[in-house]
């Protein structure tokens, strides 16, 4: 089913993270809706209120293009949400409750073949040279972002263990093969967001699934294989510790991998085992519910007790991040949020500044430089609820939280239908991650999370509802139409500004320039495009025309320090200490900036003090 795979395909362009593959995606996404309409009864009752709650939130991100204080930043977020958008609406057009079980084994599989892909960058270091020195050693290839990756493997994972027990027999075996892969995968990627989000969906399947305790029983059995591969990838020093060989690490790689392959086997033959096996006397099964939940109960309340209790967790959580010296199995111990709470308070400030309407679509970067007291830089708040409300104030916040928890309402509706438990499990995990990390951004990792609660508002509703009016179906395919054309145009001039940044990476600036002026042609609202004509020119000895170029993107971005900075290179004198200054006011702890006065500082006293004996 292509609506389920397109998420894994724009998973492995770095998760869908770049403008580029935002475009691909939004046509993709749009092009199967419009098809759908064209040719299918379309229904959309299941999704209407998740639809237009998000149609609403893209509008006023573009919206926000009026008081935000860089249209540029504003408009980007809002092509950006525009792929989730009609990544739901392609989701409702096309897949019915018949077909909903065929879409999510889809998911899985395609999910489960991009963390093959990672897992082998793992374990087979002599063929996959990869190296990643802003991740370190955690695994992170192809999403680019562990924390992300982690929570990718961890939505199929629910998924795939929530379905086993309902499942046929054939269902079964697809769905049991990819579990050690995908934990072992979650594994390598030591995110402890992850692993908690994991705990919250196992908890959220087992409260609602009818049939409880045959599912508690062969997905322990599942998870005691998969658990196997994680504890023997624990104990494998090269591929969890930093620095040692890679000879040593792809013999150690290669052991692990013929020990996967095993374990895949065994949870294929443990799918075959028919359902019967796992079913219980009813006095048996409230018995052993009984038990289970208390169990659950109590490793909690012992974890929340072993930890200082709440004042201790949040104490913690609030402390600096763990220290591993390079033994990355330590990190999975510890409950530090490694600086988040910063970022978190900063975001709030954000929004008490701008209690109404927000700082604008992309603003919390901007914010963030101008009030931070350190000196690391971040794009986002890692949590989406408050950088949300943050950038579109108390409204924009209502829209996604009405977008997002349609299908938590609708799971009481829901519940008896046979995947609604799974889907729900990964769907409150998802939820709970966003809490945490900026997997919004990644935008593969965000539609494959909201096809999990999009698959809960299908299961809701009977396949034999009303289909839509002729007349709705053309204004809703006319509208469709026009957003992809949007995302036709945005994409030529995203391509157009990577062509131009490549080229300027390998000092072509000829090229660079002339991409960039095609880019100017297709986003004139975006201040991109003339800051690398103004670098492009800068290259060629084009001084004044770069000026003139950096003070058009300044027009468009005033509060961008990188666009004074660049100002700053290109000119002299009064010129550029001015420049300067406004770009130190937007950045003061920025260490570009401090390299750059210190350059001039060492040239004017060249130059006063003259040479010297």
């Known amino acids: 089913m292509p609506v389920a795979i397109l998420p894994a395909v724009a998973a492995t362009a770095n998760g869908g993270y770049f403008p580029s593959s935002w475009g691909w995606s939004a046509l993709g996404f749009g092009w199967l809706a419009a098809l759908g309409l064209c040719f299918r009864s379309a229904q959309l009752r299941q999704g209407r209120v998740a639809l237009a709650a998000l149609t609403a939130f893209v509008l006023w991100t573009f919206a926000s293009t009026a008081w935000a204080a860089s249209t540029t930043d504003a408009a980007t977020e809002g092509e950006r949400v525009l792929v989730p958008l009609l990544g739901l609406l392609a989701f409702f057009v096309l897949v019915r409750r018949r077909n909903l079980e065929a879409a999510f084994v889809a998911l899985v599989l395609g999910v489960s073949l991009v963390c093959a892909y990672a897992l082998a960058t793992r374990l087979f270091p002599d063929r996959f040279a990869l190296s990643d020195p802003f991740g370190g050693y955690r695994l992170s290839r192809p999403i680019g972002y562990w924390n992300g990756l982690g929570i990718y493997a961890v939505i199929a994972l629910a998924v795939s263990l929530g379905l086993i027990a309902q499942a046929e027999r054939r269902v079964r075996v697809l769905l049991a093969v990819p579990v050690p892969i995908l934990a072992v995968t979650a594994y390598f990627t030591y995110s402890r967001g992850a692993a908690l989000a994991f705990a919250v969906a196992l908890i959220v399947i087992f409260a609602l699934d009818p049939q409880r305790m045959q599912w508690f029983a062969r997905a322990l059995l599942i998870v005691a294989i998969a658990a196997v591969g994680v504890i023997a990838a624990s104990r494998s020093p090269a591929l969890t510790t930093e620095g040692l060989s890679q000879g040593r690490a792809a013999s150690e790689g290669h052991r692990l991998a013929l020990l996967l392959v095993v374990l895949c086997v065994a949870a294929a033959a ?5 359902r019967r096996a796992f079913m219980l006397p009813f006095r048996t099964e409230l018995v052993a519910t009984v038990l289970v939940s208390i169990a659950l109960a109590g490793s909690i309340g012992y974890g929340v007790y072993a930890a200082g209790g709440p004042a201790g967790i949040v104490h913690k959580f609030e ?12 990190r999975l111990f510890s409950f530090s949020g490694s600086a988040r709470t910063p970022l978190w308070s900063i975001a709030w400030h954000e929004y008490q500044a701008h209690p109404v309407l927000g700082g604008g679509g992309g603003s919390y970067e901007t914010y963030y430089l101008l009030h931070r007291d350190q000196a690391g830089k971040v794009r986002n708040a890692h949590n989406l609820y408050i950088e949300t409300l943050a950038e579109l104030g108390p409204l924009g916040l209502g829209l996604l939280l009405v977008a997002l928890l349609a299908p938590v309402v609708a799971v009481r509706r829901a519940r008896k239908q046979p995947l609604v438990p799974a889907l729900a499990g990964a769907y409150v995990a998802f939820l709970v991650h966003l809490g945490a990390d900026w997997d919004w951004q990644l935008t593969a990792v965000a539609v494959t999370g909201l096809f999990c609660g999009a698959g809960i508002l299908v299961a809701a509703h009977d396949d034999e509802s009303r289909p839509l009016a002729p007349r709705v179906r053309r204004v809703l395919l006319g509208a469709t139409v026009c957003a992809v054309t949007g995302a036709f145009v945005v994409l030529v001039g995203n391509l157009s500004l990577a062509r131009a940044s490549s ?8 090229a660079s320039a002339r991409d960039a002026k095609r880019a100017r042609t297709w986003m004139p609202w975006s201040s991109e495009p003339w800051r690398l004509l103004g670098e492009a020119q800068l290259g060629l000895g084009e001084r004044q025309a770069a000026v003139t170029s950096f003070d058009r993107a300044i027009a468009k971005s005033p509060r961008d320090w990188n666009l004074w900075f660049d100002l700053a290179r290109a000119t002299l004198g009064s010129q550029q200490r001015t420049a300067l200054a406004q770009a130190a006011a937007l950045d003061p702890l920025s260490p570009e900036i401090a390299e750059l006065r210190s350059e001039l500082r060492a040239e004017t006293e ?8």
């Open 606 to 613: 060249i130059t006063v003090g003259g040479p010297s004996g």
């Open 270 to 274: 443990e799918a075959l085992v028919p």
């Open 319 to 330: 402390g600096p991040g763990p220290v591993t010296n390079g033994h990355l199995n330590r």
């Open 503 to 510: 080229a300027a990476g390998a000092g072509n600036w000829a």
